[in-house]
């Protein structure tokens, strides 16, 4: 019998969340099976639990939007679970794949990932979102560490992250690509009430409200900007809303800045990003975001901050504006120069000039190029 083409391909397993868990994470793997799957026979593990609720309590998924949905995807592992790992690294052996790729963002999924790796027979590559966490807590080094010293191989999205990794692992075996754009978020006209429509400037905050995402930065600065500004927030602020809308009375911004509190469904998001001019990530630490990328997919600049990879990402400039992080009066002149280069810079064809480095096939292409 001829060999077709499909026999000559190496196959992959992908494994992390993907549709119906909610979150970037959950897109990010989505995405990124499609674009694995046009070069490799692609087999996608997912949970069959991810957060116990005790650690988690909001609800992890969302069924109202399918655009992010991958067919046949498996869902095998209660990260809680040690019998379910188990059997998820059985049926990985069964495919016998040549290569098996870990999503790694928090090291509460240490046990379980280092449960799966040491009974897994393919070469492991870990696709580092963090490699250590956001906020740190003890022996969270040391949980990573044990964990990604099983990977053969690793991915990260900046060259920060890529230290961090060094710090643990001197040896490794890796590559820095940038985070990949989201692309798949749908165009859509904002219904009325949705975003603000009688403002001719709008900047937008937009995702989990986190203390070192900088947004009291953004609010302080808000102060100083002229009022045609207007900011949206848009975000799960995780019970924290009454600290910021304090903050947001005291500084008389009420009639300047909108909130949204909670989490938005992906036919939602469209809406935000569609009516802003830019989006803004004051953060005052970062790795990488993909924020940012979602931004780019709809091909609007980004007004960032200098930390971690984000001076990476963001040319300045050209595809959006940088400033130095928890300085209010930096984000203002900022903001500022943004809507200033608005006039004669043209960001969205900068952005699509610059699409190539976070295109879901340059990923592959990584891939390839380090694991074959």
Not at 145 to 168: C, M, P, Q, V
Request: aromatic content about 12%; overall charge negative; some cysteine.
């Amino acid at each position: 019998m001829p060999q077709t083409e499909s026999d000559n391909r190496k196959k992959a397993v992908l494994i992390g969340p993907v549709y119906p868990f909610k979150g970037g994470i959950s897109h990010y793997t989505g995405l990124l099976y499609r674009a694995l799957n046009e070069r490799y026979d692609t087999f996608m593990i997912s949970y069959s639990m991810q957060y116990p609720k005790i650690l988690f309590r909001k609800e992890q998924r969302d069924f109202s939007n399918d655009s992010f949905k991958v067919e046949d995807t498996e869902y095998l592992i209660n990260t809680a679970n040690i019998k379910s790992i188990k059997k998820a690294a059985e049926r990985i052996n069964e495919i016998d794949p040549d290569l098996t790729v870990i999503q790694w963002w928090h090291p509460y999924f240490a046990p379980c990932y280092r449960i799966l790796a040491k009974r897994l027979r393919s070469k492991i590559l870990f696709i580092c979102h963090n490699v250590f966490p956001h906020e740190r807590f003890p022996l969270d080094r040391m949980l990573t560490r044990s964990t990604l010293k099983r990977g053969d191989y690793f991915i990260l999205h900046s060259s920060r992250e890529a230290e961090e990794l060094r710090s643990i692992i001197p040896n490794a075996k890796y590559r820095v690509n940038m985070h990949p754009t989201y692309s798949e978020f749908k165009r859509v006209e904002a219904e009325s009430g949705a975003v603000p429509v009688d403002q001719s400037s709008v900047i937008l905050f937009f995702g989990f409200v986190r203390p070192y995402k900088g947004l009291k930065v953004l609010i302080q600065a808000m102060a100083s900007l002229p009022e045609i500004i207007h900011l949206n927030i848009v975000g799960d602020f995780d019970g924290a809303k009454d600290t910021y809308m304090h903050m947001i009375e005291d500084l008389h911004l009420a009639d300047r800045i909108s909130v949204r509190d909670g989490y938005v469904p992906d036919r939602e998001v469209g809406e935000f990003f569609e009516r802003c001019d830019a989006v803004v990530l004051p953060y005052l630490d970062a790795t990488q975001s993909g924020i940012a990328q979602i931004a780019f997919g709809f091909e609007k600049p980004v007004i960032a901050t200098e930390v971690g990879g984000l001076p990476e990402v963001v040319t300045e400039g050209e595809t959006g504006v940088l400033c130095k992080p928890g300085d209010p009066e930096a984000l203002t002149e900022a903001i500022q120069r943004f809507y200033e280069l608005k006039k004669t810079v043209d960001f969205a064809e900068n952005i699509r000039n610059d699409a190539y480095r976070f295109t879901w096939e340059h990923m592959v292409d990584t891939i390839a190029e380090l694991t074959d």
